[in-house]
């Protein structure tokens, strides 16, 4: 049920809607890439309507969050792809956002402030093996890597074929949150994340090619997706207007994503 101007006609309908939530709890589960966004999104709607708790949990994939709506167990997935077209019947998706995955490091990893395509696909190729080649502190180079389903490594590898990983020379992470408490806890490791998350956490990112992850250039954007059973809720349709609304889409240009326009 990809049909976009029915989506944006349910959007436009939503942000100019009134009056109070029910009294209600909203559950936002699936990939742990819009985690940490979705988790400020919350906190600020809550202040808006007090009489409503949201729930973001811990990860459990994009494929989760879409059996779990589609089940009733959840009220809204969180995904960083679009549905299948197996998974489609009954359900809406939404997307909201646009987040620059970015590479990023231990703040142990000093004297690297730029990583070209060159010598990021020779990081992750063993090639690279001592942060001292790339102008950082004479130290062997940690890889973290994320399995082969994970949205943002697909992404990569879409846009850079010759992106691969020696096993001996990777650890992987099969959640988000895993690769955040990796690369916060082990000194002198790479690895990718959403700027969102590397922001939240205060990793440092390194620019790609000397592009910035603001930039229109950046090549890694991964889209973000709310997925809901139709019809909707009073709570989702008051939570999908409030994202698209003002206050969200500043919300989200201030932790590192790109809104989309409801309109389009």
Known sequence: MKNYGLVSVFIMSCMGSVGAVADSNLVIAGTGDSQVLLSILGEQFERVHGEVSVEVPESIGSSGGIKAVSRGKVDLARTARPLEEREKPG???????????????????TGVHNLTVEQMLGIYAGKHVNWQ????????????????DDSSRRLITSTFPKFTALESAVRVAYSTPEAVDLLT???????????????????????????????????LLTPFY???????????????????????????????????????
């Open 91 to 109: 359900l809406v998706e939404v997307l909201f956002a646009k987040s620059p995955i970015v590479f990023t490091v231990h703040p142990s990893v």
């Open 133 to 148: 080649e790339l102008g950082g502190p004479d130290h062997k180079i940690y890889v973290l890597d994320r399995e082969t």
């Open 185 to 219: 806890k082990n000194q002198f490791t790479l690895g990718y994340l959403p700027l969102s998350v590397a922001q939240h956490e205060q990793l440092t990112v390194l620019p790609l090619q000397g592009m910035a992850p603001t930039e229109n250039t950046y090549p």
């Open 226 to 264: 709310l997925v809901f059973k139709s019809p909707a809720n009073q709570i989702v349709e008051q939570f999908l207007a409030f994202i698209f609304s003002p206050q969200g889409q500043q919300i989200m240009k201030e932790a590192g994503v790109i809104p989309t326009n409801p309109s389009k």
